[in-house]
């Protein structure tokens, strides 16, 4: 692979990562950090460096050992990000590893999945603007946590005076056993 062949895919990649990015903070009530971005060009950067280094079966295995069990403990990541976090390294492995000599099927991948992504965050992803009001709100972690949805919600309707409410969690905190919550009303 050449210079001007690496750039080329790197400039697909850089272009629909920022495509999807833009549809991914356009009307939800929620932004996608811009750092996740970087794991897109690092997939990319990892794949390439694979297709050109031999590594042993240890060293898939080990890596994979850490991606998976790699969690961010400071923030929860919303089903939005999750999604746009798959395609990125979705896109990212498509441009690195699919043959140059096949480029109309790999345009046509990329925008086949472009396509299906713009279309599901115009018309399948529910846009929560019934709420025009938001305050933050604290609670001790312990009574709060609980997998449970809706004992959630009830444990925060005893304390908002709001009939209706939705609400999601900003920040957790196990050293000061306390959860910063937005309430949106």
């Known amino acids: 692979m050449d210079f001007f062949e690496l750039f080329a895919r790197?400039?697909?990649l850089a272009?629909?990562?920022l495509f999807l990015y833009y549809f991914s903070n356009r009307k939800n009530k929620e932004t996608i950090n811009p750092l996740i971005i970087v794991v897109g060009f690092c997939t990319f950067s990892l794949c390439y460096l694979f297709t050109k280094v031999e590594i042993g079966i240890g060293i898939g295995f080990g890596l994979f050992a850490i991606f998976s069990i790699?969690?961010?403990r400071a923030q929860t990541f919303s089903l939005n990000a999750i999604i746009f976090l798959f395609a990125t390294i979705t896109l990212s492995i498509l441009d690195i590893l699919y043959p140059f000599e096949q480029y109309g099927v790999l345009i046509?991948?990329?925008?086949s999945i472009l396509l299906f992504?713009?279309?599901?965050s115009l018309f399948l992803v529910n846009d929560s603007s019934i709420y025009k009001k938001s305050c933050r709100l604290i609670l001790k972690y312990d009574e709060f946590n609980a997998l449970d949805e809706s004992y959630r919600k009830s444990k925060i309707a005893e304390i908002v005076p709001f009939v209706a409410f939705d609400f999601e969690i900003l920040t957790i905190n196990k050293t000061s056993n306390e959860i910063e919550l937005l309430i949106l009303y």
Do not use: A, E, V, W
């Open 117 to 120: 992504y713009i279309l599901g």
């Open 70 to 72: 790699l969690r961010f």
């Open 108 to 111: 046509f991948f990329q925008i």
């Open 15 to 17: 272009f629909s990562i």
């Open 10 to 12: 790197f400039l697909l």
